[in-house]
C-alpha cells in the first residue's frame, strides 16, 4: 500500500437511502485527511494525494505518539470554535503555510474524525473487508486513543441517522453518508450522502487574477459544461495558489463566452453549490 492512496467518495443524493444493509455516519464539515502512521513518522494526504502534513502537524504529532506503526486512517481534520464544528477555520488552516498553520494550531487545535481504516499493524491492507468488519477493527484499535483523535459515531438505524441530520446542523454537522455493511473500500463514488447545502463536484480548469492570488475560477461542471466562478476568497484564493505553485503554472487560453484566463494543471477539484449551475457564474464553496 503506497502513499498517497485513492480514497472513496460519496455521491449526493436527495434523501437517506433505507433498507437492509446500510449503515449511517455523521458528516463533519472540515478537510478529508488520510493519516499514515508509519514506522518512523506521520504522513497527512489531502484527498487530492497532496502532502498536507504541515498544515495538520498537530494531528501528526498527536498520531506519532498515540497510533501503532502500521496504522492508516481515512477521516476529517475539524475545528471547532464556540462549540461547533468551524469549516473556515478548517480552510483557512489547510490554505496556510507551515508557520502560519503552527500559529493556528495553538490557538484553534485540530482534531481528526476517523471514519475508516485502510491498514491496520496487525491485519494488513484491509481495504477488501466488509465495511463492518473495518468499522470493528477501527473501534477496537481506537478504543483507548485519547483525542484529538476519535472514531466519528455511526448507526444502522436510519430513524437516528435522520434525527442526526435534522438536529445536529447547528453544530456544524453538515450532514449524513450512508454505506453499505458488505462493501470493501475502494476509490470512487461508493457511498451515498445527503447534505444541508447540496454541491457538486467541478473540475478546475484556469483562473483569472494573478497565480498567487487567484481571482476566479474557470470550472468544468459534471454534464461538461464549463462556467466561471464568483470572486474567490483569500482561503479558497490560497488553496489554489498552493495547488499551481505545486504544479507549475499554466498557459493563456480565451474563449468567447469565458474570456481571457490561465489554465491550471488537472488534478484540483472543488465543490460548487448545486443551485448556482444553471446560471453563467458559480459559486465555489471549498477546494476538495
Do not use: C
Request: cysteine-free; charged content about 25%; hydrophobic content about 40%.
Amino acid at each position: 500500500m503506497d502513499f498517497p492512496v485513492d480514497v472513496a467518495l460519496a455521491e449526493a443524493v436527495p434523501r437517506l437511502p433505507t433498507g437492509d444493509g446500510w449503515w449511517y455516519e455523521v458528516k463533519f464539515d472540515g478537510h478529508r485527511a488520510v493519516i499514515w502512521r508509519e514506522a518512523e513518522t506521520v504522513r497527512a494526504q489531502a484527498r487530492s494525494g497532496r502532502d498536507v502534513t504541515r498544515a495538520w502537524m498537530d494531528l501528526a504529532v498527536a498520531a506519532l505518539h498515540t497510533l501503532r506503526p502500521g496504522t492508516v486512517l481515512d477521516g476529517e481534520a475539524v475545528i471547532y470554535k464556540g462549540g461547533r464544528v468551524d469549516f473556515s477555520a478548517a480552510q483557512s488552516r489547510a490554505a496556510s503555510s507551515p508557520s502560519r498553520a503552527r500559529q493556528l494550531a495553538a490557538e484553534w487545535p485540530a482534531t481528526f474524525a476517523a471514519w475508516d481504516i485502510l491498514r491496520h499493524p496487525d491485519h494488513g491492507d484491509v481495504r477488501g473487508r466488509p465495511y463492518t468488519e473495518r468499522r470493528g477493527l477501527l473501534l477496537d484499535l481506537l478504543e483507548d486513543v485519547p483525542p484529538p483523535i476519535q472514531v466519528v459515531p455511526a448507526t444502522d438505524d436510519p430513524t437516528v441517522a435522520q434525527a442526526w441530520y435534522e438536529t445536529l446542523h447547528d453544530v456544524g454537522i453538515e450532514g449524513i453518508v450512508a454505506k453499505r455493511a458488505g462493501s470493501p473500500y475502494r476509490a470512487g463514488r461508493i457511498w451515498q450522502k445527503i447534505r444541508h447545502a447540496d454541491t457538486v463536484d467541478a473540475r478546475v480548469i484556469g483562473h483569472t487574477g494573478p497565480a498567487a492570488r487567484p481571482r476566479a475560477l474557470v470550472v468544468e461542471l459534471p454534464d461538461t459544461r464549463h462556467r466561471l466562478s464568483q470572486a474567490l476568497t483569500a482561503p479558497l484564493a490560497a488553496a489554489v495558489a498552493a495547488h499551481i505553485a505545486t504544479s507549475g503554472p499554466g498557459r493563456r487560453n480565451r474563449t468567447r463566452d469565458l474570456g481571457s484566463y490561465t489554465t491550471v494543471a488537472p488534478g484540483l477539484t472543488v465543490e460548487v453549490l448545486a443551485g448556482t449551475t444553471r446560471h453563467g457564474v458559480v459559486t465555489v464553496t471549498r477546494v476538495r
